[in-house]
């Protein structure tokens, strides 16, 4: 991806278009009316961090690029509740973004970054920790920019558009030594981690059949969620992931095929570089079945459930920030809902000071944007697809 360079004049319409979004309004990477929740569950932190090895340790800091709406309702507020990290910069368009969050975290102006100055924090010891947090078709070359400053870095998900600018970010961290992770937030969820040992253990039996829905009416509010470039697409992306991890990660298998379709446009002009939903399938090699549903043109459950030989596990709502509720066939799971976002950059940053490989790394943001590849596949040619060439990347109940 070319250069980010918002003084350029003559750039074409369409990157006008991506500047305009993700320097002026910023991004959000879920719809906040389908995950939105209250913070008020939020845990509070000790006041003095301390490493899994019980010394006292400084606070990695984390500069936020993007400061869109999960930036600021989500990652912000858990960076107030972190242990071993700490919002230390920003990565902005908008000035009076920039002097807002200045004052309000109490940021020093140093740690305060436009577009066109961000590769300087490669001179700033106060950012350990740079997090993307910006559009889809974005991330590959703020990825690459990060790991040049010699940063440590997570980034939102889906990783990239492609697999192919995914392999490119993979190596781009390698080659500069540093720790790469992405946004999967739910891995540290109780009612997710409890799904994996579920159906991982195969507790009630062997999974026989999965379900699993996410999606919500679009209204316009964030256009470049369906602006195919800045997007990479359209719900499959932005809500269907949910389900294509709640899916491979409870039934700790990796499918061998997928078969799709695409949803009707209800709104052609809405629509028109993006799909408005998509149902499709994901085949195990056990003969398990996974039916998933994604929309932008109606609201669905927001579920993740496994039929198995002696029962049931079921999340509903399964992918929100809070709210979330499990139940099985013996019963409710009687789980506490916690600061997701908290727990995830708690978790990266003990990777970082214990040198120990993260359990959302790279390499399963590239598998999931090719099992998405692979669904945009089979609903565009109506075959079934397979899915051997994904690499293979779990997140086994075992091996943490």
Not at 57 to 64: E, R
Not at 188 to 210: A, W
Not at 371 to 395: C, H, N, P, Q
């Amino acid at each position: 991806m070319s250069s980010f360079d918002p003084a350029n004049s003559s750039a074409a319409s369409r990157r006008e278009f991506m500047r305009t979004l993700a320097l002026g309004a910023g991004a959000s990477l879920v719809g906040a009316s389908a995950m939105g929740g209250p913070l008020s569950w939020l845990e509070e932190a000790s006041t003095e961090p301390t490493t899994p090895f019980g010394q006292s340790a400084k606070p990695l800091g984390v500069a936020l690029v993007g400061l869109g709406k999960y930036s600021t309702g989500q990652l912000a507020p858990a960076l107030q509740q972190t242990k071993l990290c700490k919002l230390a910069g920003i990565v902005t368009g908008t000035p009076a973004k920039a002097t807002q969050w200045r004052q309000q975290y109490q940021l020093p102006e140093k740690n305060i970054y436009s577009y066109q100055t961000f590769d300087r924090i490669v001179d700033n010891p106060d950012i350990d920790i740079v997090y993307i947090v910006l559009p889809v078709g974005l991330h590959a070359e703020y990825v690459e920019r990060a790991a040049r400053a010699g940063k440590h870095v997570i980034c939102e998900k889906p990783m990239a558009p492609t697999a192919d600018e995914c392999r490119r970010m993979i190596a781009a961290m390698q080659k500069a030594g540093k720790k790469f992770s992405i946004g999967y937030r739910l891995h540290f969820e109780p009612h997710h981690q409890e799904m994996m040992r579920l159906g991982q253990q195969q507790v009630l039996g062997p999974i026989k059949s999965l379900v699993a829905d996410n999606g919500f009416r679009f209204n316009n509010d964030t256009p470049w969620r369906v602006d195919k470039e800045l997007a990479g697409g359209g719900p499959l992306m932005d809500m269907g992931i949910y389900c294509v991890q709640g899916v491979v990660y409870t039934k700790g298998q990796l499918p061998v095929s997928v078969t799709a379709s695409f949803a009707p446009k209800t709104d052609p002009v809405l629509f028109k570089e993006v799909e408005a939903g998509v149902n499709w399938q994901m085949q195990f090699a056990d003969g398990a079945v996974a039916e998933c549903r994604t929309s932008y043109a109606e609201n669905l459950n927001s579920r993740l459930r496994a039929n198995t030989a002696q029962g049931f596990m079921e999340l509903q709502p399964a992918f929100g920030y809070g709210g979330i509720q499990g139940r099985t066939s013996k019963g409710a799971m009687n789980l506490s809902n916690v600061p997701q976002q908290a727990r995830q950059m708690d978790d990266f940053a003990a990777c970082i000071l214990q040198n120990k490989p993260t359990r959302v790394p790279g390499e399963m943001g590239l598998r999931d944007v090719q099992l998405l590849e692979a669904i945009y596949r089979a609903a565009e040619t109506g075959r079934k697809v397979s899915t051997k060439e994904v690499v293979a990347v779990l997140d086994k109940v075992g091996s943490r």
